[in-house]
């Protein structure tokens, strides 16, 4: 069956990869299947049509024959538990490999997208200058757990997994603002994601959709 998943029509990040739709692309990559992708404006995405694929009117959706899935956290979830290459075979370790993922979006996405936020959409009020740092330290925080827990290693748990795959797309977030280059481990965290041959296809799809090529992957 056809695995099809939306995306925006064209990204509001410009194809740099930090909408949800490459976190699917990605999980898609790393267990080698073959996928099609929807483009949606923004208009369509509140649409009956979409909003019958996704309540809240947002991206990315998921389709596998009569399946329809919606949040990028259950579909990569989805993937990684039908195919091979994402959890580890073993009970346990496959729990914690879920764990990570939970903890990438409930817990170090929050602070995260929340100093997104306060740069992007609060930065004219008055009481910006006095809020941001607050926000900062917030992040700081979550990042200081991270990189003590991350410590030396290549991953969270072992080999790669639907956990590093969240976290590092939660993660890059944050490169363009500087606070990465704060914890060596986690930079190097992240670029090790990045150089994975799955996500530099996931990615090169995603700016695909950008700059008007195939959709098919």
Same mark, same amino acid.
């Given at each position: 069956m056809t695995i099809t998943i939306t995306a925006f029509e064209r990204s509001p990040d410009g194809g740099k990869g930090l909408a949800r739709d490459t976190r699917v692309r990605w999980a898609i990559e790393e267990a080698g299947l073959s996928y099609e992708v929807r483009p949606v404006s923004f208009r369509a995405m509140k649409e009956p049509a979409h909003l019958a694929?996704?309540?809240f009117g947002q991206i990315p959706t998921y389709e596998e024959g009569d399946l329809a899935l919606f949040e990028t956290g259950a579909i990569v979830l989805h993937i990684a538990q039908r195919h091979a290459g994402l959890l580890p075979d073993d009970a346990d370790a496959r729990a914690r &490999?879920?764990?990570w993922m939970f903890a990438a979006l409930s817990?170090?996405?929050p602070p995260i997208l929340e100093l997104g936020n306060a740069?992007?959409?609060e930065g004219s009020k008055p009481w910006n200058a006095e809020r941001l740092p607050l926000v900062e330290d917030r992040v700081r925080v979550r990042l200081d757990q991270l990189s003590v827990r991350l410590g030396d290693a290549d991953w969270l748990d072992g080999a790669f997994s639907a956990g590093d795959l969240m976290m590092v797309s939660v993660l890059l977030r944050l490169k363009s603002s500087g606070m990465l280059d704060?914890?060596?481990n986690l930079a190097a965290?992240?670029?090790r994601g990045e &150089?994975?041959?799955a996500y530099q296809r996931a990615f090169d799809a995603q700016l695909a959709?950008?700059?008007g090529k195939s959709s098919t992957i």
């Open positions: 694929l996704h309540p &490999a879920i764990t817990t170090v996405e740069r992007l959409l704060e914890y060596p965290y992240v670029a &150089a994975r041959p959709v950008n700059t």
